[in-house]
């Protein structure tokens, strides 16, 4: 049988491209350290890989949401830390002020306590983020609403956020409330107007009216403090969920590294044979291609 030379040309011709291409791939391979550049390389991990890619990019939103989400009850925290600090000082002064000192002794306390009143609403309107803090899921509105009299002090404080958290995922199953309740909010309003009532009766002199005013802002010491306590939690839970996620991530990593990257040392080896190859398939396809018909008759 025989074979014409133009086939016995174009498989050597096929062959000499198929090498080729080989050669090219791994060296591709080798200079990247990726197995899989295109669907067709290996279809069945390259869908894997996507699948693992998907997951990263939720974790990733996970761990933005875990970021923002410890911000806010940092900032929270540090705004309740201030309260607490404010009611310390209310504390002793209504001590103080409860005691024979004299009606001059008493304003210059009131004044004082004035001052607690004015730095409370300001701690109350923090924000972060361009969002109040202390306003419920109403995060574009300053929550601490104060009314003020002609001379300018402040007669008493609304409450014009709301008593909805939003909830923040930081997992398929899992979300936090960063922000503190309504029940927190509303208490802080309270205990501000509980300083405003200690500043009057410290003004007028009056060692009954300061007394009375002690179990109020001792009730709002106490939701100050369980406010503190659980927005420390809820820290510890977001730094908990972060470390998950930093985990997960490591994990998606290396199973996209295990099915996408090059063993160098073994696409080494496959490229020295496919250039041995291909150095073998030239010099053999030279010599057959040179040959004559009449070779092939003999």
Not at 63 to 81: I, M
Not at 118 to 125: M, S
Not at 187 to 202: E, P, S, W, Y
């Amino acid at each position: 049988m025989r074979v014409s030379n133009n086939t016995v040309t174009e498989t050597i011709l096929s062959q000499i491209q198929n090498l080729s291409t080989a050669q090219s791939k791994l060296q591709q391979q080798i200079s990247t350290g990726l197995r899989i550049s295109q669907p067709s390389d290996d279809p069945t991990a390259y869908g894997r890989v996507l699948n693992y890619q998907t997951a990263q990019r939720q974790v990733g939103q996970y761990q933005t949401n875990a970021t923002n989400a410890l911000a806010l009850t940092q900032a929270s925290y540090s705004g309740l830390q201030s309260f607490k600090k404010i009611s310390d000082r209310a504390g002793e002064l209504v001590t103080l002020g409860s005691s024979t000192l004299g009606t001059t002794s008493m304003q210059s306390y009131a004044v004082e306590v004035n001052q607690l009143i004015e730095q409370a609403v300001q701690v109350g309107n923090t924000s972060y983020n361009n969002s109040y803090v202390f306003a419920g899921s109403a995060v574009d509105t300053a929550p601490f609403v104060a009314t003020r009299d002609a001379s300018g002090q402040i007669t008493s404080v609304a409450y014009a956020g709301n008593t909805t958290q939003s909830p923040v995922p930081l997992s398929e199953g899992t979300s936090v409330t960063p922000t503190t309740s309504g029940t927190t909010n509303t208490g802080l309003k309270d205990f501000v107007n509980q300083l405003i009532a200690l500043r009057d009766a410290l003004n007028s002199g009056n060692t009954t009216a300061v007394s009375a005013t002690q179990a109020g802002l001792a009730t709002g010491e106490d939701a100050i403090i369980s406010a503190v306590a659980e927005t420390g939690g809820m820290q510890t839970r977001i730094e908990a969920a972060q470390s998950e996620l930093q985990t997960r991530t490591s994990t998606l990593d290396t199973l996209i590294s295990n099915e996408d990257s090059t063993d160098l040392s073994t696409a080494v080896v496959k490229l020295s044979q496919a250039q041995t190859a291909y150095q073998a398939a030239l010099a053999g396809g030279s010599k057959i291609m040179n040959m004559s018909l009449l070779d092939y008759i003999q």
